[in-house]
């Protein structure tokens, strides 16, 4: 029996975590379709694995149904394996400080929660019965902040990813109806162009005594749509180097 060629779908996977995850499947000869507001490096065109990159922002509902009709056009009849929802956004002020309850703009907001939290609920709606057929994994990515005040993160992004986990939590229940698993990841400070140059001063406080990478996050998203996970789900994974347990 010729063996199905496994598939992804990688929001945000221009840079940084969604970069290496993307990296992750392809090593492993997973065919990837992908999106963000940005376009890929010139070298990953040349990946043969990276079937599609589609320019999409997703706090857009137009931008958002475009992508999942022409994803859904890729998979056609087939199924999909994976969907993960690496795509945020945690803004500033102009002044880069952190935006939160009394002087965070209520527009960004609303963006910020369209994003970091809509955007994976249309889309594992959007994707639901790609991914019954093929008895997939959802993949949320969350975050440390939203799990305890953080420093730099603002109020809306804390919030959201908050908001994400809970949704994770009721994707698993759902979603296991029709054969699909839901977990998520957070990570806690990451060297990717969303970190603060002021992070440095938290080193203190994870126990590991360093920033996470990209790869260290990629690799857990990894393991939770491989088969090794097959029995994992409702699960969210700290890659914070132990800095969640103070």
């Not at 010729?2 to 598939?7: L, N, S």
């Not at 990451?190 to 203190?204: D, G, K, Q, R, Y």
Request: with cysteine; glycine share 8%; aromatic share 6%.
């Amino acid at each position: 029996m010729v063996e199905t060629v496994r598939t992804v779908v990688v929001t945000g996977a221009s840079r940084g975590i969604g970069h290496a995850t993307v990296k992750q499947f392809s090593e492993r000869g997973w065919r990837i379709v992908t999106c963000s507001r940005e376009p890929v490096p010139e070298a990953c065109k040349r990946d043969p694995n990276w079937t599609e990159h589609v320019p999409t922002d997703l706090a857009d509902q137009g931008s958002i149904a475009r992508f999942l009709a022409r994803a859904n056009e890729i998979i056609g009849e087939g199924p999909l394996h994976a969907l993960v929802n690496n795509a945020g956004d945690s803004p500033k002020s102009p002044l880069k400080e952190r935006l939160g309850v009394l002087n965070g703009d209520l527009a960004a907001w609303r963006r910020v929660f369209e994003l970091n939290f809509f955007a994976p609920l249309v889309l594992a709606r959007g994707f639901g019965a790609a991914l019954a057929r093929g008895k997939g994994a959802i993949v949320n990515v969350t975050s440390i902040a939203g799990h305890a005040v953080h420093p730099f993160a603002g109020s809306a992004y804390s919030t959201s990813k908050a908001a994400l986990s809970a949704l994770t939590r009721e994707m698993a229940a759902e979603f296991a109806e029709i054969g699909v698993r839901a977990n998520a990841v957070a990570p806690g400070e990451i060297e990717t162009a969303m970190l603060s140059p002021e992070t440095e001063v938290l080193i203190p406080r994870i126990p590991l005594a360093r920033l996470g990478t990209p790869e260290d996050v990629a690799a857990a998203v990894y393991f939770l749509c491989s088969e090794e996970a097959a029995y994992i789900s409702g699960t969210e994974i700290f890659i914070t180097g132990g800095q969640h347990i103070y």
